[in-house]
Nanobody, 124 residues
Framework: VQLQASGGGLVQAGGSLRVSCVAS????????VAWFRQTPGKEREFVAA????????VFADSVKGRFSITRDNAKNMVFLQMNNLKPEDSDVYYC??????????????????WGQGTLVTVSS
């Protein structure tokens, strides 16, 4: 599976942005998909995850109530809608997929496949 993230950009604080992840291959719907973010020199931080059929989602406390995650398995895509963005949300955002146990979705090392990242910059 190859993942490609897109949709990052520059937005003012309080604004919204949607980042997308498209996957190749026919097994995408069998994977849990998550978004992580990372600042150079720091560990990758969990943002959100969505179950295989989209029925379950989980979010980091820092984004709960502001971000949502959805998926379209027919198009092999996952979306992260980010609202009320804050400067501290500025980061490179990565999508990840894998055969992950739901209890481990917050751990980056649980995922087999990673996209290349898309940069989100929130200005104050």
């Amino acid at each position: 599976v190859q993942l490609q993230a897109s949709g990052g950009g520059l937005v003012q604080a309080g604004g919204s942005l949607r980042v997308s992840c498209v996957a190749s291959g026919s097994t995408f719907s069998t994977y849990i998909v998550a978004w992580f973010r990372q600042t150079p020199g720091k560990e990758r931080e969990f943002v959100a995850a969505i179950a295989r059929r989209g029925g379950n989602t989980v979010f980091a406390d820092s984004v709960k109530g502001r971000f949502s995650i959805t998926r379209d398995n027919a198009k092999n895509m996952v979306f992260l809608q980010m609202n009320n963005l804050k400067p501290e949300d500025s980061d490179v955002y990565y999508c990840a997929a894998g055969s992950v146990i739901w209890g481990r979705v917050r751990f980056a090392n649980a995922y087999n496949y990673w996209g290349q990242g898309t940069l989100v910059t929130v200005s104050s």
